[in-house]
């Protein structure tokens, strides 16, 4: 997979913030594309997030999805199992963490990550909390959630 810059990245976000029938073919074809995604995240996990977190969470994937949805394996449909594993591995690196800073916590997924503008992209759109979007609680699981769908995708 070729390298997603950030130019590309702020493209595909701008192009989904000043369109809702963008936004609605993004969701369209990744629920095509990656069912699985979606019935992962429709799960009870979910239900901990406000409804503002979880319409941020899903613009944030759109715009991930915008970015690599043309670039070999994001095509391939991801299959539960490998999402499984990716979440468990995430969690176990963020858990290992003994820094105390969201941002610091992070660090560690970044070490020779393929696609470091991408997450770099996710870690800045979560790390501010004054919007009123977000919750501190609501930060940590959408990092790790959208961090294993790109590694599906990406890794």
Not at 60 to 67: D, K, S, V
Not at 70 to 89: D, F, Q, V
């Amino acid at each position: 997979m070729k390298f997603i810059t950030e130019e590309q990245i702020d493209r595909i976000a701008q192009e989904l913030e000043t369109s809702e029938d963008a936004f609605a073919r993004s969701m369209e074809d990744l629920q095509t594309q990656h069912p699985v995604i979606f019935s992962y995240l429709l799960t009870e996990n979910f239900e901990v997030l406000a409804a503002t977190e979880k319409d941020y969470m899903f613009f944030l994937l759109a715009i991930l999805w915008g970015a690599i949805k043309n670039e070999p394996p994001a095509g391939t449909p991801i299959r539960g199992k490998a999402l499984g594993e990716a979440e468990e591995r995430n969690w176990a690196l963020i858990q290992g963490s003994k820094a105390k800073n969201f941002q610091e916590r992070l660090n560690v997924f970044f070490e020779n990550y393929p696609q470091e503008d991408l997450l770099a992209f996710v870690e800045d759109a979560l790390a501010d909390e004054e919007d009123g979007l977000l919750t501190r609680e609501g930060r940590e699981p959408i990092f790790i959630t959208l961090k294993s769908i790109l590694d599906c995708w990406v890794l």
